[in-house]
């Protein structure tokens, strides 16, 4: 019962953490530093990545007649322009895809770690400060997520590269990019939405294929473990998203720069503890 209280906890932290431009890996990672979960490294390690299976279903959820090119109730015109939104969001994700395929083992080794994590969410929350009120006075060229371009959907989605390291956040980074290349912040926030189906899919299929390759065999207590997980986090999830786009049509991201500066320096704080006093 123990290990099913602390999964609702890491399905909570993940659906919250997960669309908020705060950084879910990091989230975990930290969360891992104070509440360990009773299963192997192997497992974990897989889990922390497989988990967001719920957070995708959230977004497939909510925007399933928006994402689905079949629709019945679409025109042509609007099935082609679904068609088209699809092919944008698959090649906004092939530069973190790439790069995800070649790194995953070396990022594992050398960047899992709440140090890492306090440098970025600081680094980055610095940036969305200084992003939103250097953009302050501009208005958006792009304010409909079907007006982005190819060539915005390819920066966007190099942008997303820099949520391999942990703490960056992959939500944080596509949104900051997408800001600074002049799209609205509702349209930045749907398309990196859209943009977590594929990217989530493939780290998920890819940490999942690594652990089963390995012959890692899961338990029945860890396979409930990761079920419960992957519900809570759709269940949060599904509220988050509804919130986090009714909150970027008003306000700006500033606050979660705030709250990323306060996390890290707190988390850096406690490193420093831990290490050289306790």
């Known amino acids: 019962m123990i290990e099913i209280l602390k999964a609702i906890l890491f399905g909570i932290v993940e659906g919250i953490t997960e669309w908020l431009p705060v950084s879910s890996t990091g989230h975990m990672i930290l969360l891992d530093e104070f509440i360990k979960l009773d299963v192997t490294p192997e497992f974990y390690e897989m889990f922390q990545v497989v988990i967001q299976l719920g957070a995708i279903a959230a977004v497939l959820v909510l925007f399933f007649h928006k994402l ?8 042509k015109t609007k099935r082609r ?3 088209d939104l699809w092919f944008k969001v698959c090649v906004a994700v092939l530069p973190s895809a790439v790069l995800g395929v070649l790194f995953d083992d070396w990022m594992d080794e050398h960047l899992y770690n709440f140090v890492v994590v306090a440098i970025t969410l600081i680094i980055y929350g610095v940036a969305f ?3 939103e009120k250097k953009n302050a006075q501009l208005k958006p060229r792009i304010k409909d997520v079907n007006k982005i371009d190819y060539r915005t959907a390819i920066f966007i989605g190099a942008f997303q590269c820099l949520s391999l390291i942990p703490g960056t956040s992959r939500s944080g980074s596509t949104i900051l990019g997408a800001i600074l290349l002049g799209v609205s912040r509702p349209a930045a926030a749907e398309f990196s ?26 338990t029945g207590d860890e396979i409930t473990i990761l079920v419960v997980g992957m519900v809570v986090s759709f269940i949060v999830s599904l509220l988050v998203i509804k919130a986090l786009t009714d909150f970027v049509r008003k306000h700006s991201f500033s606050s979660f720069g705030v709250y990323r500066i306060v996390l890290g320096t707190i988390v850096i704080g406690y490193y420093l503890l831990t290490r050289f006093v306790l």
């Open 193 to 218: 939405f859209f943009l977590a189906i594929p990217t989530m899919l493939g780290a998920s299929a890819l940490k999942l294929a690594k652990y089963l390759m390995e012959g890692m065999i899961p």
């Open 68 to 75: 689905n090119p079949f629709s019945p109730k679409k025109s």
């Open 81 to 83: 322009q679904t068609w």
């Open 129 to 131: 400060i200084f992003v």
